[in-house]
């Protein structure tokens, strides 16, 4: 079956610093790719997506690309912000998006002022 | 945008009750609404499918009688748990699909936290 496995945290970095939280999966056919993020006591927030390999998803300064050869979609920021801190969570959907989506177990990132 | 309202956001009850969470897709006819369940700092599982006007599709491992959901309509989706018990205690999180292209991603609710003394 599908499935998704990204780094696990916590991830602590300083104000500014570039950040790669690594994703990579397993699916049949061409998933499409998903990164949500999770603040503290909320629900998902989609933040961005990529349908096909090369697409580039990019979104308040994340981005992230479909790489398809390594079947990997890692997320990156140039420089992060202390608002910067919540849960990220990688995802795929196989089927279409009448599927249940496949995530990742989320890594928790930490931005110290 | 799109917007997916869950309602209640916390529940707190004892031990046998049933506990109803409403999933409302705001502004979009929602063809396909989702169940996931997300322990402490872990990742999102998901519960079960629901079609509007036809049964759940559940996951499995995911007792249908325990968390009954029902599509009546395409803005709302209810999970109602059955007889609570404290390992029930999580924070469930809807979210629905308007169709159309099969690239569109879900949108989610806020997620409920149920707990169970």
């Known amino acids: 079956g599908d499935s998704v496995t990204q780094m696990e945290g916590p991830v602590t970095l300083s104000e500014e610093a570039f950040l790669t939280i690594n994703c990579t999966y397993t699916?049949?056919?061409?998933?499409?790719l998903f990164w949500y993020v999770q603040y503290p006591g909320e629900g998902l927030q989609l933040l961005l997506k990529?349908?096909?390999?090369?697409d580039k998803g990019s979104n308040k300064g994340f981005e992230a690309t479909y790489r398809k050869e390594t079947t990997s979609f890692h997320l990156e920021k140039g420089s992060v912000q202390v608002s910067d801190s919540a849960v990220y969570f990688c995802?795929?959907?196989?089927?279409?998006?009448?599927?249940?989506?496949?995530f990742g177990k989320g890594t928790h990132l930490i931005i110290q002022p | 945008g799109a917007v997916v309202s869950q309602h209640p956001s916390w529940v707190i009850c004892k031990s046998g009750t049933s506990v109803k969470i409403e999933c409302r897709s705001l502004?979009?006819?929602?063809?396909?609404m989702f169940w996931y369940r997300q322990f402490p700092k872990q990742s999102l599982m998901l519960m079960a499918t629901?079609?509007?006007?036809?049964?759940?599709?559940?996951e499995q491992g995911v007792e249908k009688d325990k968390f009954l959901i029902n599509h009546a309509s395409l803005t709302l989706s209810t999970l109602t748990v059955t007889s609570a018990h404290p390992e029930d205690s999580s924070f469930y999180i809807c979210s629905a699909y308007g169709g159309g292209r099969s690239n569109q991603p879900q949108h989610f609710g806020d997620g409920t936290r149920l707990s169970i003394l």
């Open positions: 990529a349908t096909k390999a090369d």
């Open positions: 502004d979009f006819q929602a063809t396909t």
């Open positions: 699916a049949t056919g061409y998933p499409s």
């Open positions: 995802a795929l959907v196989s089927g279409g998006g009448a599927d249940g989506l496949t």
């Open positions: 629901s079609n509007e006007g036809s049964k759940a599709t559940y």
